[in-house]
Structure formats: C-alpha cells, structure tokens
C-alpha cells in the first residue's frame, strides 16, 4: 500500500502541525493547562508500559527504535490536544464530556482503522470499546487533575 511508505512522515508532520496551534492558544492558556497536559501525557506513557506487555495494542512504526511508536501521538495531537479541549471546555464539565467523547470516538472507531491500514498501528487484545472506556477513564483524570490544581492555586493566593 501506497500510504505505508509515507508512515513516519505522516507521524512527524501530525506532530509539527499539532506544535503549530501552540501559540493560537495563547500564553496565558499553556500556563494554565499544561500541568494537567504533562499529567496526561505521563499517565498514558505508563499506560503504553501496560499495554505493551499485555499486547493491547502494538505499534509497528516507530519515528527511533528505543521510542514507543506512540511518542508522536503523544507530544503531537494528544499532548496539544488536551490543551485545546480544557481551553474550550474547562468549568463546563457536560461540554467537556462530549467534546471528549466525540474525539475519542472519531480516534477509536476511524483512525484506528487508518492506522492499521497504514501499518502504523493496530489493536490486538483490545476491543474498540475497551479502547473508548480507556480514553473516558483519562478524560475524568485529565479534568481532576485540573480541577485539583486550581482548588489548590485558589487557596494558594487566597493565604
């Protein structure tokens, strides 16, 4: 297939384009939510430590041999991504609930089928909807971390 040759390149410009919308969400916006967007990113890495020895999925491209082949999606779209969403959504909870739960399902029930067509990736011992209960259980934790953050900075200031 044509697309498999253009695989790394394909996940190194999801990533630069991903960085490009960085100074769109403004100053302010990246120091407010990039803790939790760190918090996130570290979670999934543990994940992927999981996953990888439980076989739930398996990346067959990677962008260096001793990098998981999810770094790109990691420190591109879902690194930025979390970014973005909390931005967008944070302090309306139902709205960042189904924000979420649109863009996981556009991920787990379309591009994970792209992914694997373009040899970059696929499920092995995951169900799609086991996939979707994972990205769910991260978005709870994603806004908690928040919303412990700013309680904390709150009280902060308020001493």
């Not at 990039?34 to 996953?51: M, Y």
């Not at 996981?104 to 169900?127: C, E, H, N, P, Q």
């Amino acid at each position: 297939m044509k697309i498999m040759r253009y695989s790394k390149s394909l996940l190194v410009l999801m990533t630069i384009l991903s960085w490009f919308s960085l100074p769109l969400l403004g100053r302010g916006t990246v120091k407010r939510f990039l803790p939790a967007g760190l918090f996130i990113v570290s979670v999934v890495t543990i994940e992927d430590l999981i996953a990888k020895k439980r076989k739930w999925w398996w990346w067959y491209e990677k962008l260096h041999p001793k990098l998981s082949g999810i770094v790109p999606f990691l420190w591109g779209p879902f690194f930025i991504g979390s970014m973005w969403i909390l931005k967008m959504t944070y302090g309306k909870f139902i709205r960042y609930i189904i924000l979420n739960l649109i863009v996981d399902s556009v991920f787990t029930y379309f591009l994970v089928d792209w992914l694997k067509k373009s040899g970059i990736a696929s499920l092995v011992r995951l169900k799609k909807y086991q996939l979707s209960l994972l990205f769910f259980l991260k978005s709870l934790l994603l806004y908690g971390f928040q919303f412990v953050k700013e309680k904390v900075s709150i009280k902060k200031s308020r001493v």
